[in-house]
Each structure stands twice: as C-alpha cells, then as structure tokens.
C-alpha cells in the first residue's frame, strides 16, 4: 500500500494568497551571496536574503544550500513566516530523483530527474516539476545557471541576478599543480 500524500493545510486555507504570491514579481538585493558554514552540515555552505514581492505572503526570504560545496549539488527555497512549514516553493539540483506518486499519471511519468521545482497544488499536496528551459538546459545544471532558471521561474529581478559562492574567511585561490612558485624570483 502505498504511503497517502501530505495534504499542507495552511496552504489550502490561502491559496489564493499564494497563487498571486508565486506568480508575482519579485525582488532581492544582487549579488546574493552564500558565504556562510551550515551548522548542521559542515561541509555544506548556506546563504539567505530577504525577497521582497508584489503580492507579498508574510516575510519571504530566499535560502539557498550548496552541499559539500558542490556547485552542482544545491538547492534554493522561497520561505515565508506566515506558514508553520515555512516552505513556499523550492528548486533541487544533484539530490537524485522525485517521486509524484499522488498524481493520476502513468508510472513512468511519476519520476521527476533532478534539477526540479517542488511547489504546491491547488490540492495542497507538494509535487515536483521541471519546465522547457531545464529540459534544454545541460545537466547536471550548475549553481550560476541554476540560480539564473530559478529566478526566471520565479519571477525575481527579471534577469538582473547574481549569485557569489565564498566561503567566509577563506580567500578564492585556485590549486595549480604546473605551477613554479619560485617563477619569477631572482635569487642574490
């Protein structure tokens, strides 16, 4: 028997609300960085910045997590306080496959390939989808251009975006293994 779909509540009781929330335009300051260890996963690097909407839905942040500070293995997610479960909207890329198990489609078109979306449905229940231009993009998806699709599907900055990856405290150098460190240097 197959486990029954989660039904969130407090969604259905302002989808209307978050209907107009999700398809609204939306903005954020540029460049968004995520520069900052996860407490709970230390390998993983984690950045958030307020989103301010059209049709707003609470206070909404945009969080994002870069797991083993892998640019092909991220996610971002639209958070709101005006929701127990906080969780608006979100994109995977590099987490394996979603299952759509609740919809009424054939088996073989219940499985949704990272990258996705997850979002709500007028029935409450979550389900993960991907759009045209995931599927004419190369995959695995990295973390630029998957910022790049996700602020396009939802509506933020209408491509002005920017995303900074920069661990805090460390400087951006790059390992070169040919490199002479004594190139250069005139010994007396």
């Not at 394996?96 to 990272?114: A, D, F, S």
Request: proline content about 6%.
């Amino acid at each position: 028997m197959s486990k029954q779909p989660k039904v969130d509540n407090e969604i259905l009781s302002i989808l209307e609300d978050y209907h107009l929330f999700i398809s609204s335009d939306k903005s954020m300051d540029m460049p968004f960085c995520v520069n900052k260890v996860d407490g709970n996963h230390v390998t993983a690097l984690k950045g958030e910045a307020e989103i301010t909407a059209a049709s707003p839905l609470g206070n909404t942040t945009l969080r994002c997590q870069v797991r083993d500070k892998n640019e092909f293995n991220y996610s971002f997610s639209i958070l709101s306080d005006r929701i127990q479960s906080r969780m608006l909207f979100r994109m995977d890329e590099g987490d394996g496959t979603h299952w759509n198990r609740h919809l009424p489609i054939p088996v073989e078109q219940q499985q949704v390939p990272t990258p996705h979306f997850h979002k709500k449905g007028d029935n409450g229940i979550e389900y993960a989808y991907r759009t045209d231009r995931i599927n004419e993009s190369p995959v695995p998806l990295n973390i630029h251009d998957g910022f790049d699709v996700f602020c396009e599907e939802c509506h933020i900055n209408h491509g002005q975006v920017e995303i900074k990856i920069q661990e805090e405290g460390n400087l951006p150098l790059e390992f070169e293994p040919e490199a002479d460190p004594l190139k250069g240097v005139n010994f007396l």
